[in-house]
Nanobody, 118 residues
């Protein structure tokens, strides 16, 4: 079955950095668009960054200039490098894999907590 396993979350001070990784198994990784979402307490889950099979990237406005998403198809891994972290970046971060032509395939990781202290 498909599994997405995140790692790299933790506690960091404001202006610090964290690197999140997500390793996928059970799917043809290279054809999937990969994304990082986050959900803060009391808020809806939101897309932070994504990278498609052609390596086109998207960033939400708050992530631009601070976060970098990348993928390694040989290792079935997508990474989110987060720099200049702010307390408002505190959330559970989820890895997502999405692919669809006739049917949409949509998978989620279990989430990893990122806490930024001021």
């Amino acid at each position: 079955q498909v599994q997405l396993v995140e790692s790299g979350g933790g506690l960091v001070q404001a202006r610090g950095s964290l690197r999140l990784s997500c390793t996928a198994s059970g799917l043809t990784f290279g054809v999937y668009a990969m994304g990082w979402y986050r959900q803060a307490p009391g808020k809806e889950r939101e897309l932070v960054a994504s990278i498609n099979s052609g390596r086109f990237t998207y960033y939400t406005e708050s992530a631009k200039g601070r976060f970098i998403i990348s993928r390694d198809n040989a290792k079935n891994t997508v990474t989110l490098q987060m720099n200049s972290l702010k307390p408002e970046d505190t959330a559970v971060y989820y890895c997502n894999a999405k692919y669809g032509l006739v049917r949409t395939y949509d998978y989620w990781g279990q989430g990893t907590q990122v806490t930024v202290s001021s």
